[in-house]
C-alpha cells in the first residue's frame, strides 16, 4: 500500500455512518426524534344515548360512544400515559343552523363535562364546526344556492366556542376554515373574560380525499357539493403559510395542519416560519384506514409501520399529533421494543 493509498483509506474511514447503527443502545442514543404518549392527541366521537358503543366499520379500533363511557375511557387514556382528546359530537338531531352546536345539554357540552368529572387534568379540545350539526353537512350557514356563507357563520362558531368554554374545556379548535375564524372566537371568548382559554386553529387544512372514513364516524358528509370552496386546494403550499399568518394574527395559539402524512413538507414549513407557537398535525382518518387494513391483509406490520408513521409527523416538525393509532401506539411505546 502507497502512503497515499493509506491516506484514502484513512479518509474513508473516518466516514462511516454505520458506527452509530450497530447496536440498538448505540442507536437509541443518537435518535434525533422521539415519540411519547403524551405527544398524542385521541379523538372521540360521542354521540347521545346510553350504553352506546358503536364500532365505525371503515376505521376498525374507533368507535362512537355515548357521554356514560367517558369515564371508562378517560381511565384507560391516562393509564395509557394519553393526556389530551379531541371531541367530535353527533348531535341527536340536526337543522339548518345545527342548534344543538350551541345548546347548553347539547352531546358535546354534556361530554366535556363528563371527561373534566372523570379527570380534571385530562386535557379536553373541542372541534368548532357546523358540519356535524346541520342537515346539509357543510361547514357553515350556506344561503339558498348552497353557497357556504363566511361572516354570518363566524358568529355561530363564536357561540359554539363560548358554549364549549362554559362547560369546561380547555381548548378550542376551529375547523371550518372559515375566514376569520380565530378573530372571531378570541375576541368573543375575552368579552366573556375566557382569557384563559386557548385556541388551536385548524389553520391549513386541505380538501383531501383522506377523510372519507371521518365521515361515516362523526355522520357529517355534506349532502350536496363538497368542501372546496372553504378548504384548500391539495397543489397549494405557500398559501398554507398565508393561512398561518392570518391565523397567527388574529391571536391563534397553536396552529394545526391536516392531514399529516401526505402534507410532511407543509408541516415542515409551518414549523420553520412560526417556531414561537405549538404546532399540530392530524394524522387523518383515511390515513389511519390504510395502514389498519394493510396491516388485517398481513400486507404490513401494524406496529412497526403506525409508530414510523408518527415519528415521521413529529420528525417534519409536529409537537403534537391527533391519530386514532393513540391508543395501540402507546401501548407499544410503554411495553418497549
Ligand atoms: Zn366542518
Known amino acids: 500500500m502507497t502512503p497515499l493509498e493509506a491516506e484514502a483509506l484513512r479518509a474513508a474511514g473516518a466516514k462511516r455512518p454505520r458506527r452509530w447503527r450497530r447496536t440498538a443502545a448505540l442507536r437509541d442514543l443518537v435518535r434525533e426524534t422521539t415519540l411519547a404518549p403524551d405527544d398524542f392527541v385521541q379523538p372521540l366521537f360521542v354521540v347521545s344515548g346510553d350504553d352506546v358503543r358503536r364500532p365505525v366499520s371503515s376505521m376498525p379500533g374507533v368507535a362512537q360512544i355515548s357521554t356514560d363511557q367517558l369515564a371508562r375511557e378517560v381511565v384507560e387514556l391516562r393509564g395509557l400515559g394519553i393526556k389530551?382528546?379531541?371531541?367530535?359530537g353527533i348531535p341527536a338531531s340536526k337543522d339548518a343552523y345545527g342548534s344543538e352546536s350551541y345548546a347548553d345539554d347539547?352531546?358535546?357540552?354534556?361530554?366535556?363535562?363528563?371527561?373534566?368529572?372523570?379527570?380534571p387534568e385530562l386535557v379536553v379540545v373541542t372541534d368548532v364546526c357546523l358540519c356535524e350539526y346541520t342537515e346539509h353537512g357543510h361547514c357553515g350557514l350556506v344561503d339558498e344556492d348552497g353557497t357556504v356563507l363566511n361572516d354570518e357563520t363566524l358568529e355561530h362558531l363564536a357561540r359554539i366556542a363560548l358554549s364549549h368554554a362554559e362547560a369546561g374545556a380547555d381548548v378550542v379548535a376551529p375547523s371550518g376554515m372559515i375566514d376569520g375564524m380565530?378573530?372571531?372566537?378570541?375576541s368573543a371568548l375575552d368579552a366573556e373574560g375566557r382569557h384563559d382559554l386557548a385556541i388551536l386553529?385548524?389553520?391549513?387544512?386541505?380538501a383531501s380525499a383522506f377523510y372519507g372514513p371521518f365521515r361515516e364516524a362523526a355522520e357529517g358528509a355534506p349532502a350536496f357539493g363538497d368542501r372546496r370552496s372553504h378548504q384548500m386546494d391539495p397543489a397549494n403550499a405557500r398559501e398554507a403559510i398565508r393561512e398561518a399568518a392570518l391565523d397567527v394574527d388574529e391571536g391563534a395559539d397553536a396552529l394545526m395542519v391536516k392531514p399529516a402524512?401526505?402534507?410532511?413538507?407543509?408541516?415542515?414549513d409551518v414549523r420553520e416560519r412560526f417556531p414561537e407557537l405549538p404546532l399540530a398535525a392530524y394524522n387523518v382518518s383515511g390515513e389511519?384506514?390504510?395502514?389498519?387494513a394493510a396491516a388485517q391483509n398481513g400486507w404490513l406490520d401494524e406496529r412497526a409501520a403506525v409508530l414510523e408513521v408518527l415519528t415521521a409527523i413529529r420528525r417534519a416538525g409536529a409537537d403534537l399529533v391527533v391519530t386514532y393509532h393513540a391508543k395501540d401506539a402507546a401501548a407499544w411505546l410503554q411495553r418497549g421494543p
Open 288 to 292: 389511519y384506514a390504510m395502514v389498519k
Open 182 to 186: 380565530v378573530g372571531a372566537l378570541r
Open 106 to 119: 347539547g352531546v358535546v357540552q354534556n361530554a366535556i363535562r363528563a371527561l373534566k368529572d372523570a379527570d
Open 201 to 206: 386553529s385548524y389553520a391549513v387544512k386541505y
Open 261 to 268: 402524512l401526505g402534507y410532511l413538507d407543509v408541516v415542515r
Open 84 to 88: 389530551a382528546v379531541l371531541l367530535f
